[in-house]
Structure formats: structure tokens, C-alpha cells
């Protein structure tokens, strides 16, 4: 299983808040970075937002809906 990356966050809860979305729609998702984004601060390093290579274009088309 190889990951992808969907999207680079810089909120921590606009983070979970997408995996959420994904998880919710059937989609596994994971946060990469989200520890380090904390203790940097919100907005200075990003968080990757990652899914199945197999599931990306899907996982693009549901966060591009209006939540």
C-alpha cells in the first residue's frame, strides 16, 4: 500500500477536520507531521493530509463537494 498525498494543511484542526470528511466517506486517511505542526506552531510547517495511492482521485473529488 503506498501513500499519497491529498492536500498540505496548516491548521491542525482544519487537519482533522478533512480526514474526517474522507474517513466519513469511506475513505481511509491518515495525518502525517501533525505532532511537529504543534510544537512549531499552527501555520509554520504543514500537515499532510495521506491516502491510498488507489484512492486519491476519489478522496480529491470529496473534498472538492461543499462540506
Not at 5 to 21: G, H, K, N, W, Y
Not at 23 to 35: K, M, R, T
Amino acid at each position: 500500500m503506498a501513500l499519497a498525498c491529498v492536500d498540505t494543511l496548516f491548521s491542525p484542526v482544519e487537519a482533522q477536520i478533512m480526514r474526517s470528511r474522507l474517513e466519513s466517506a469511506g475513505i481511509p486517511a491518515v495525518l502525517f507531521d501533525a505532532g511537529i505542526a504543534s510544537l512549531i506552531g499552527p501555520g509554520v510547517s504543514g500537515i499532510r493530509l495521506m491516502v491510498d495511492e488507489a484512492d486519491l482521485a476519489l478522496a480529491r473529488t470529496e473534498l472538492a463537494r461543499p462540506a
